[in-house]
């Protein structure tokens, strides 16, 4: 099945510093990008819609300034968190979605993300 | 607004044996219904898709069924194994283009050996 890659897989880092995690598409072309969050032992909470060459669309509740999203091509988003923050901890998850294959939509192996 | 159901929270089984997991949605008019599992601390896993017109998809062991009008869709896993154990998502999309998915709870599934 198509792969989608997360870089990295975890990252420490201290409070007030900037972690970007990227997300790609190995083998198909991804028009539309999601990034999640998840907390121990509960589902997926969406963040923010990510579409190439356009302004990424944020849920309600998710500060844009502090999750900033580039879809720079059709295989790679970003998602950046900056001046990171203890309560930011969690497992981030992108997603993209293959349009070729019955818009099967694949998951990344995730990042987990410990703001010290 | 989109729910999505899934019964049981936690399901534990011994080896061998045949088991159904279950999830229901509130709003019918979805474009399609995907079935993922998910290891612990890793992602997911896309299992099965179901598109709004099928009424069922199979892969090995794995068989999806999708009942549009009562807002279901039953997961089958068949001579269940050890390897099955995970959490197991279902989430429905509702349609056009960048909509996104609505998850369920997860149902997390132990089989002994």
């Known amino acids: 099945g198509a792969v989608v890659s997360q870089h990295p897989s975890w990252v420490i880092c201290k409070s007030g510093t900037s972690v970007k995690i990227e997300c790609r598409s190995l083998?198909?072309?991804?028009?539309?990008m999601f990034w999640y969050r998840q907390f121990p032992k509960q589902s997926l909470m969406l963040m923010a819609t990510?579409?190439?060459?356009?302004?990424?669309?944020?849920e309600q509740g998710v500060e844009k300034d502090k999750f900033l999203i580039n879809h720079a091509s059709l295989t790679l988003s970003t998602l950046t968190v900056t001046s990171a923050h203890p309560e930011d901890s969690s497992f981030y998850i992108c997603?993209?979605?293959?349009?070729?294959?019955?818009?099967?939509?694949?998951f990344g192996p995730g990042t987990r993300l410990l703001v010290l | 607004k989109q729910e999505v159901t899934q019964i049981p929270a936690a399901l534990s089984v011994p080896e061998g044996e045949n088991l159904v997991l279950n999830c229901s949605f509130t709003?019918?008019?979805?474009?399609?219904l995907q079935w993922f599992r998910q290891d612990p601390g890793k992602g997911l896993t896309s299992l099965l898709l179901?598109?709004?017109?099928?009424r069922e998809q199979t892969s090995g062991r794995l068989n999806a069924s999708l009942d549009k009008s009562s807002g279901r869709s039953t997961l089958y896993i068949a001579a269940s194994q050890p390897g099955d154990s995970a959490t197991y998502l279902c989430a429905v999309r509702l349609g056009g283009s960048g909509s996104r998915l609505t998850f369920g709870e997860g149902t997390q599934l132990t089989v002994n050996p």
């Open positions: 083998d198909f072309q991804a028009t539309t």
């Open positions: 990510s579409n190439e060459g356009s302004k990424a669309t944020y």
């Open positions: 709003d019918s008019a979805i474009y399609n």
């Open positions: 997603s993209a979605r293959d349009p070729g294959v019955g818009e099967t939509q694949y």
């Open positions: 179901i598109q709004s017109s099928q």
